[in-house]
């Protein structure tokens, strides 16, 4: 049975309904929350880390509203839907990530609690006593935030496509408002609502859609015809030319994510290491999820969804499955998903402004209160950016910088993860290896024609890799390679302001 | 039991290798649920990787 096809503007004023209520529940519960677990937002710990007081309840929430974007519940299965199997990376990719969460953030938790820092730059100027290297983490940071954010707004913007409105503006106001008064707090508490809804979303789509269809065995025919039919590097498995890709694509993806600001700050933002190790483990829980909305790509080609932008592939099919009332939800669900992951981000974006950026090169006397109160003025500052991006330059762009701010993110690894670990790298050489990633992976890409991998040939075997992964391994060989070079010129290394016993848990006596 | 404590983390790699060696799971068959293997696989190795981070997890406590 095939569902009838997709037209995208249906809309009506039951879904509307609906999807206001929502809306207006989670404008209250923003700005709520600001007294929610009090503390003294004029700090920046306080309005910018939630003051590192989230239990592993509130963090599991937080994180996964974070880290599983609109972007990614709309870009997963739109790549799925229009290549198949290639767009699955994304589930190796989430299992990757946990492992590496669990071996490294309680060590960055720990050591940047010791010594109040916010942000991974901060740890970098401890560790290295470089100012420079901390700038080169911030700038990278900030960078590779802007066109997420970005993206976040085009989620919400095909979202209200999707209903026939046009009230994109009024959703981010909203969004910025309570981000400044309540910070962290306001995405923190409104995860429960927003991951709530998402899980019914999900659900109740991956079981009543292929009902409709006959099941996932004729889902999965379906949408192989499907691809047969369309030709090229795509199908439900992989193509023998797509192994390298999809596995590199997947490790240098997991390998970026915790360095990303958002990433980042909802993390430091938990009560202790113990809490991050718990999450590690039952964070996973989102990653099935993720792999059933994936799945959603294959519905629509079963169902005979047929847009032309595969980004409206599941808003879409959402449409043509459900009553009024229930799509509505979804909608709710999907603009919350892309809100909860903007307000993080426009914090992580701001707290590594104000704190390596500003109090580093502008003003070094500023007192906690100008501090956080700067922070709340920049994450407005972006998200308002972020909004004349959305309003104003083609979407392509947004999407073309976020895949190079992925390419740009595997590259403060060296300094920030490695430096978890051993002091031995010089900050000079780090430097060295960072501007060297920075460059050949921007070159790589922009060669590509903006394409994330780059493929080698030997005879007839193709192996395409990740050029994010490769300009990795080059920052990686020219920081070793630079650092007996740099400690032959100057002897001393800066004083390293961490100790062993930082990045240790505290054991309670 | 102190070494085998200090070498437990290591189990980490395995979900690495399982899914990064794609040609070995790339196929149809065996399919469970009218899910070709390829996607059993990934599924499983969500699971199985949050349960070997748990033993890890559990290790280090103890």
Known sequence: ?509 | MRTMRRWLPLILVIPFIALLWVPFYNRTQPAVAGFPFFYVWQFAWVVLAALLTWIVHRGWRA
């Open chain 1, 1 to 509: 049975m095939s569902l009838p096809s997709g037209s995208a503007v249906r809309f009506d004023g039951t879904a509307l309904g609906v999807f206001a209520f929502f809306f207006v529940l989670i404008t209250v519960l923003g700005f709520i929350a600001a007294r929610w677990r009090r503390g003294d937002l004029s700090q920046l710990h306080e309005w910018g880390l939630g003051g590192r007081r989230f239990g592993a309840f509130v963090t599991w929430f937080l994180l996964g509203g974070d880290l599983y974007t609109a972007y990614t519940l709309i870009a997963v299965p739109a790549l799925v839907y229009a290549v198949g199997a290639y767009g699955f990376f994304a589930m190796p990719y989430t299992v990757f990530v946990y492992p590496i969460v669990f071996l490294t953030m309680p060590r960055l938790w720990n050591v940047c609690r010791k010594h109040g820092w916010i942000t991974s730059a901060d740890f970098v100027e401890g560790r290295y006593g470089s100012r420079g290297l901390a700038l080169a983490v911030a700038i990278t940071g900030v960078l590779a935030t802007m066109p997420y954010i970005a993206l976040q707004l085009v989620g919400l913007e095909k979202v209200f496509e999707a209903m026939g409105l046009g009230a994109l503006v009024i959703a981010f106001v909203i969004l910025a408002l309570y981000t400044y008064s309540s910070g962290l707090r306001a995405p923190a508490l409104i995860a429960f609502v927003k991951d709530a809804m998402l899980y019914i979303t999900v659900i109740a789509a991956v079981v009543i859609i292929p009902i409709k269809l006959g099941g996932y065995g004729a889902v999965f025919d379906a949408a192989g015809k499907a691809f047969a039919a369309k030709g090229g590097d795509t199908g439900v498995l992989l193509k023998p030319d797509q192994y390298w890709s999809f596995a590199t694509l997947a490790l240098g993806s997991a390998f970026a994510l915790f360095l990303y600001p958002h990433a980042t700050t909802a993390t430091l933002s938990a009560d202790g290491p113990q809490t991050i190790r718990r999450n590690a483990v039952w964070l996973p829980a989102y990653s099935i999820m993720l792999g059933l909305v994936a799945l959603l790509g294959y519905m629509a080609l079963a169902a005979h969804v047929d847009v032309k932008d595969g980004s409206m592939a599941v808003p879409a099919l959402i449409n043509a499955s459900f009553p009024p009332w229930f799509a509505g939800f979804c909608f709710a669900a999907i603009a919350l998903g892309a809100l909860v992951p903007a307000a993080i981000m426009s914090i992580g974006a701001a707290n590594l402004f104000t704190r390596n950026i500003w109090r580093a090169y502008v003003n070094a006397n500023l007192s906690n209160a100008q501090e956080s109160r700067i922070a709340k003025n920049v994450s407005l500052l972006v998200k308002f950016g972020a909004l004349l991006a959305v309003l104003y330059l083609p979407t392509k762009f947004a999407i073309d910088l976020q895949l190079l701010g992925g390419i740009w993110m595997l590259q403060i690894f060296p300094a920030v993860i490695a430096g978890l670990f051993t002091r031995w790298l010089r900050a000079s050489a780090l430097m060295a290896g960072w501007i060297a990633g920075m460059v050949l992976g921007s070159a790589l890409a922009w060669h590509q024609g903006l394409k994330p991998v780059i493929t080698f040939a030997f005879g007839d075997a193709h192996y395409g890799i990740y050029i994010g992964l490769l300009a990795l391994v080059v920052n990686f060989v020219v920081a070793i390679l630079a650092t007996p070079v740099a400690a032959r010129l100057k002897r001393e290394a800066p004083v390293d302001r961490t100790q062993k016993i930082d990045f240790e848990d505290v054991v309670p006596d």
